[in-house]
């Protein structure tokens, strides 16, 4: 869809100035303006009034006398003020909101990225539940794709419990390697770190241990 917004937008580099350097005049229109772009209510019914104040100063300045003070006058000015420098801050916030929303589209986040950085931050979530609250994480089958669960953990695989194949499947691993981890667990009654599959199982490098330690838990069997 195309966004009758945008080339009016390059046109304007510097919306504050506008009402700043029209005394208050332009406010209400650069509000209404930075609205329309943002499609806030809110900020479009706040730019209705600063030129509503502006109008008030407008009109009610031909009916004051210059040489005396009253109550009309407080009026008057304070509109004005407000129409003024309110709406200067106003327009400078609304520039700012805007520009910094075109920079986040000029630069989309890459939904590949975004779904990996997810797993881990999952992942990160389900290795706390298995240090603070072991029984949870028990019900949550933390580390065990091979049950069926609704919990996500991130792709965590607990290697003392799984079967080969699925060692096999999640880890990207070679049959005969899955294979040689899952007789070594056997032989240990189970592993306690990345470190021990190095030393149990000829089959896996340090290379392919580093691709895959992220994802590994060791619990009982």
Same mark, same amino acid.
């Given at each position: 869809?195309? $966004?009758?917004?945008?080339? /009016?937008?390059?046109?304007?580099?510097?919306?504050?100035l506008i009402p700043l350097? %029209?005394?208050? &005049?332009?406010?209400?229109?650069?509000?209404?303006?930075g609205g329309a772009r943002l499609r806030s209510r809110g900020h479009i019914a706040a730019g209705a009034v600063y030129g509503a104040l502006f109008i008030v100063f407008f009109v009610g300045a031909q009916f004051t006398d210059d040489n005396s003070t009253g109550p009309l006058d407080a009026v008057i000015s304070t509109a004005w003020l407000v129409s003024w420098l309110a709406g200067t801050v106003h327009t400078a916030i609304l520039e700012r909101i805007v520009k910094s929303g075109r920079r986040r589209q /000029? *630069?989309?986040? $890459?939904p590949v990225l975004a779904a990996a950085q997810d797993r881990l931050a999952r992942r990160e979530q389900a290795r706390a539940l298995l240090a603070s609250n072991p029984a949870l994480a028990g019900e949550l089958l933390i580390g065990r794709p091979d049950l069926y669960r609704q919990y996500d953990d991130g792709g965590l695989v607990d290697v003392?419990?799984?079967? /080969? &194949?699925?060692?096999? *499947?999640?880890?990207?691993?070679?049959?005969? %390697?899955a294979e040689q981890i899952a007789d070594a667990r056997e032989r240990l009654g189970g592993f306690s770190s990345p470190d021990e599959i190095l030393v149990y199982c000829a089959g896996i490098t340090p290379a392919q241990l580093g691709n895959i330690r992220d994802r590994l838990v060791f619990l009982p069997r």
């Open positions: 869809m195309v $966004d009758p917004y945008r080339g /009016s937008m390059r046109r304007l580099p510097w919306w504050f350097l %029209t005394f208050g &005049a332009g406010s209400g229109p650069m509000v209404v303006y /000029s *630069h989309p986040v $890459d003392n419990n799984v079967p /080969s &194949a699925v060692l096999a *499947h999640e880890l990207r691993l070679p049959a005969e %390697t």
